[in-house]
């Protein structure tokens, strides 16, 4: 089941997920990133910013 009420205002449609697998040998896993206009990008390397984060920055 899907819910396609949201495509024309907000370009967003809603799938139901109805089955899952986890791979458990990977200790990093890449990460699939949705760019737009049909565009994906994968990635897999974690960056630790953490240093740079300052709260008043939100």
Known sequence: ????RQIDE???FIWEVVK???ATAVTEPDTLHYRGQGQFR???QVLDLSERF???NL
């Open 42 to 44: 994968v990635a897999g």
């Open 1 to 4: 089941m899907a819910d396609d």
């Open 20 to 22: 899952a697998h986890v």
């Open 54 to 56: 300052r709260p008043q």
């Open 10 to 12: 907000y370009g967003l």
